[in-house]
């Protein structure tokens, strides 16, 4: 009869339904598995962008450094034989 004909539509529908549920389930675990390696590379990265930064700065400060020991020296005269000789001194030297 018409119920028990739509108690068989019902029914098949369900059986339909039921392989799309566990294979969006699958998908859904597959979509969390990859969110979570994307999370872990992404945090790889800023801690590879903190090193880069941090390696910048040091080479920064080293530059800095440099800079204000070649300054120093351009201070300095050019000793020769305990006497200072200031014409030894460049007159421009390009830092």
Same mark, same amino acid.
Do not use: C, F, W
């Given at each position: 009869? +018409?119920?028990?004909? !739509?108690?068989? =539509?019902? &029914? /098949?529908k369900e059986?339909?339904? =039921? *392989?799309?549920?566990?294979?969006?389930? !699958?998908?859904?675990?597959?979509?969390?598995? +990859?969110?979570? $390696?994307? /999370?872990? /590379? $992404?945090? !790889?990265?800023?801690? +590879?962008?903190?090193?880069?930064?941090? /390696?910048?700065?040091?080479? !920064? @400060?080293?530059? &800095?450094?440099?800079?204000? @020991?070649?300054? +120093?020296?351009?201070? $300095? *005269?050019?000793?020769?034989?305990?006497?200072?000789?200031?014409?030894?001194? *460049?007159?421009?030297?390009?830092?």
């Open positions: 009869t +018409k119920l028990s004909s !739509a108690q068989e =539509d019902l &029914s /098949m059986s339909e339904i =039921d *392989p799309l549920r566990v294979e969006l389930s !699958a998908l859904n675990s597959i979509l969390v598995s +990859k969110n979570s $390696e994307l /999370m872990h /590379m $992404e945090n !790889a990265l800023a801690s +590879k962008d903190d090193e880069l930064k941090q /390696m910048k700065d040091d080479q !920064a @400060l080293k530059t &800095s450094e440099i800079h204000s @020991l070649e300054s +120093k020296l351009l201070l $300095e *005269p050019i000793k020769i034989s305990g006497e200072a000789d200031e014409k030894k001194i *460049p007159n421009s030297i390009s830092q």
